[in-house]
């Protein structure tokens, strides 16, 4: 009996190994229906913002869900704000400008960029309709509204330097980007480094984006804590494949992308439509590299000039580690396509 009981044990461990074995070498199914059942029941905190069009493609589409996942979308107003929710804990994987992420990362943040949304040229100067303000220069001893740690604030901040002021020559009201522009309209400020959607609605208005410049803007980034990362690879493979199929399904559907934003963002169409067409390139090439920390090299300085960072060390060692393309490097956008 004993004999009997220990040959059972042996060959339940044996089928046990090789079957652990055969899964750690099995690719990610290519399908909705085929790639459920190894996803059911897991749970995913992940955000969306009308300043990520992806996002709001992926959660209108049901993408996430049809593969059995439990979706927990939190809505993020801001690069900060999806920064605070990350660092908390609060969500799994987040959307924010790139410079917000260093700034994160710089500061101790535990995230890794794992893909590139979008390449944006969503922020710019703002001033309210008749304003004599129509250059950066004229800025001097205003009143500037900007949402600290987000682009449209290092994009000030940019316009500044090359204008030949200082941030020390502008006060700034630190306010969400949806407040900026209320205290723009009711005069509390004298100009707004407006965002993207509601930037774009302001010019509907008769506001003026008084200062643009595409160069100031750094990229879409894709972020994800790296506990996350490390504990649900599937999770984070699954995102990653979602946002490769909501960029090409973005570019293959613009009208149906722009009334997704419209309506999310409660805008108007013409808005989205501006917004989606003529300020964002939807299908830029999603693996974050070179291209993206050169942007991230020149901004990084300014966060040590004014003492947001600690130290130019802090920010070289953040633009060392900041890129996992472990997953968008493998990214399967079919497996969302019918």
């Known amino acids: ?20 074995v055969s899964g750690e070498n099995e690719s990610a199914p290519s399908s909705s229906t085929e790639g459920g059942a190894g996803l059911d029941g897991r749970v995913l905190d992940i955000d969306f913002a009308t300043y990520n069009p992806l996002s709001l493609i992926i959660k209108d589409q049901g993408w ?7 979706v927990n979308w939190v809505q993020s107003a801001g690069s900060n704000k999806a920064n605070e929710a990350l660092r908390a804990g609060a969500i799994d994987v987040g959307s924010t400008a ?13 995230i890794q960029v794992i893909a590139i949304y979008s390449q944006p040229e969503w922020a710019a100067l703002v001033a309210p309709k008749g304003s004599p303000i ?4 004229q800025l001097r001893g205003k009143n500037v509204a900007a949402t600290k740690g ?13 204008n030949g002021l200082t941030a020390d020559d502008v006060t700034v009201q630190n306010l969400q980007h949806a407040d900026g ?28 984006l008084f200062y643009r410049n595409v160069d100031f803007n750094s990229y879409g980034f894709l972020n994800a804590r790296e506990d996350f990362v490390t504990g649900e690879p599937e999770l984070a493979q699954l995102v990653v494949d979602a946002y490769a199929a909501a960029a090409v399904w973005a570019v293959e559907h613009p ?18 439509q501006k917004v989606i067409r003529e300020r964002s390139n939807l299908d830029v090439d999603q693996v974050p590299g070179p291209t993206q920390l050169a942007v991230l090299e020149k901004i990084g300085p ?37």
């Open 98 to 110: 790139g410079s917000a992420a260093l700034l994160a990362r710089s500061n101790g943040s535990p």
């Open 150 to 162: 987000t682009d449209p604030y290092f994009f000030l901040l940019q316009a500044l330097e090359a």
């Open 181 to 208: 522009w209320a205290a723009l309209q009711n005069g509390s400020v004298d100009a707004w480094a407006g965002l993207d959607p509601i930037m774009a609605g302001a010019e509907q208005t008769g506001a003026t």
């Open 255 to 272: 009208d149906e992308t722009a009334q997704i934003l419209a309506d999310a963002a409660g805008i108007e169409l013409p808005v989205a």
């Open 134 to 137: 129509t250059a950066v220069d």
């Open 302 to 338: 300014i966060f040590v000039d004014l003492g947001d960072v600690p130290s130019q060390q802090q920010v070289d060692d953040a633009l060392g580690s900041i890129v996992n393309d472990t997953f968008v490097e493998q990214a399967d956008a079919a497996r969302f396509q019918s």
């Open 64 to 70: 996430l869900e049809a593969q059995g996942v439990e």
């Open 1 to 20: 009996m004993k004999t009997t009981a220990l040959k059972a044990v042996l060959v339940a461990l044996t089928l046990l190994v090789s079957g652990c």
